[in-house]
């Protein structure tokens, strides 16, 4: 990465910093509803090598295989906000800090290179920004928490990028550490290191990547968020929360039924991050299997942001012997993930994707993913 980036901007970069993408084992769309999540930060990571320069233009270049690529986007930190593509993870990061702590930046060269897969669902975008916000942070001399930085990476998605999603993605990628989950508790604002146990068990997690792309800003994301909403204010509640998965069915008929549903979704996901999150940490990991596979359920039927090929690709991993396997992510496209015994997993891999592409669907990108850290200063030799 240092060679590619002296040979973009003829000159040395500063150092390298880094943040991988997410798995979320449990837990969806509870972010924005007070609930529980099971994050891990996965071994697929964006890498960002950044120099300060001494003036205000910001140029960004990046390996990523789409029309910018090869080129270098320029621009100046005040029209950072008013980034494209995706340099808008890059710059609405330097505008966010900026604009949040009141501060002038200075302006920088960046090269980007990821082997996170984008729109899959694993948080592509939450690595970018948040690899950024950690370079320009100790660039700028900032000494931002990592509490503070989750919320300036929701800006980055809220304001520059348009998407109204949650703080899921940027608690997962910030915080994660190898080898362990996140448990976040978003009504209470905490965060619970829970080690996983998978390699011990003899574990893994595959992702299937569905290659049916979503899009959070145009998607129907902004819909189900705003039907949480409706749910909370019939319910006189000020997050889903505050319902008990004892008191779910009293509101059937009381709200409009797609309500209702979506209500139950979430109240009975946050139920099940929490038994997930007991057996993880009372190191029972292998029975975790059909609650996920509950959770899937729940999405499917209830909260209604999966799709064909991936109800496809949970069923065949079921009927491949997972021990379990879910929707992961905001849906509406992106990824499964499943549980599997690492013993059998290549077998799996390959069983999961014929069926899915046998019922019709294209053929799934199937890659096992490890619990890795979170974003940080990538250590050089
Ligand atoms: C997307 C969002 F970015 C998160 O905030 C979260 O709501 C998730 O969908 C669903 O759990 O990843």
């Known amino acids: 990465m240092r060679e590619a980036f002296a040979v973009a901007f003829g000159a040395e970069a500063a150092g390298i910093w880094s943040a991988p993408g997410r798995v979320n084992l449990i837990g969806e769309h509870t ?3 007070g609930g529980l999540a ?10 960002v090598a950044v120099r300060l320069r001494d003036d205000h233009v910001v140029r960004v270049a990046s390996d990523f295989a789409d029309a910018q690529a090869g080129g270098v986007v320029e621009t100046t930190l005040d029209r950072a906000a008013q980034a494209s593509g995706w340099s808008r993870y890059v710059l609405g990061a330097a505008h966010v800090l900026r604009r949040e702590l009141g501060v002038p930046g200075t302006g920088f060269d960046a090269l980007v290179s990821s082997d996170v897969p984008v729109g899959v669902g694993v948080s592509s975008s939450a690595a970018l920004e948040s690899a950024v916000l950690v370079a320009l942070d100790e660039l700028w001399g900032l000494g931002v928490e990592r509490r503070a930085m989750i919320r300036l990476g929701q800006l980055v998605e809220n304001e520059v990028v348009g998407a109204p999603t949650g703080t899921l993605d940027q608690s997962a990628v910030l915080l994660a550490e190898r080898d362990h989950a996140v448990l976040l508790d978003f009504r209470a604002g ?6 996983l146990g998978f390699e011990a068990a003899g574990l893994e997690i595959l992702v299937i990547d569905s290659l049916v792309r979503h899009d959070h800003a145009t998607g129907g994301y902004g819909e189900r968020r705003r039907e949480c909403e409706e749910a909370a204010r019939i319910a ?6 505050e319902i008990a998965v004892d008191d779910v ?8 039924a797609a309500v209702h549903r979506r209500l139950r979704h979430v109240v009975t996901d946050t139920d099940r991050a929490a038994r997930v999150a007991g057996f993880v940490r009372a190191g029972r990991p292998r029975e975790i299997g059909p609650i996920l596979t509950d959770g899937h359920r729940s999405q499917r039927d209830d909260f209604e942001d999966s799709v064909p090929a991936i109800d496809a690709a949970v069923d065949a991993a079921v009927a491949a012997g997972a021990l379990g396997a879910r929707l992961t992510g905001g849906g509406f496209g992106g990824a ?6 690492v ?6 891999q390959r069983e999961v994707a014929d069926a899915v592409e046998a019922a019709g669907h294209a053929r799934p990108v199937v890659f096992a993913v490890h619990a890795s850290q979170g974003a940080r200063r990538d250590p050089e030799a």
């Open 31 to 33: 972010d924005y509803n």
């Open 38 to 47: 099971l994050p891990f930060g996965i071994d697929r990571r964006t890498r």
């Open 190 to 195: 905490t965060a619970e290191q829970v080690p």
């Open 236 to 241: 006189g509640v000020p997050t889903l929360r």
């Open 249 to 256: 069915e009293a509101w059937a008929g009381r709200m409009p």
């Open 336 to 341: 499964a993930i499943a549980l599997v015994d």
């Open 343 to 348: 013993a059998a997993s290549p077998r799996i």
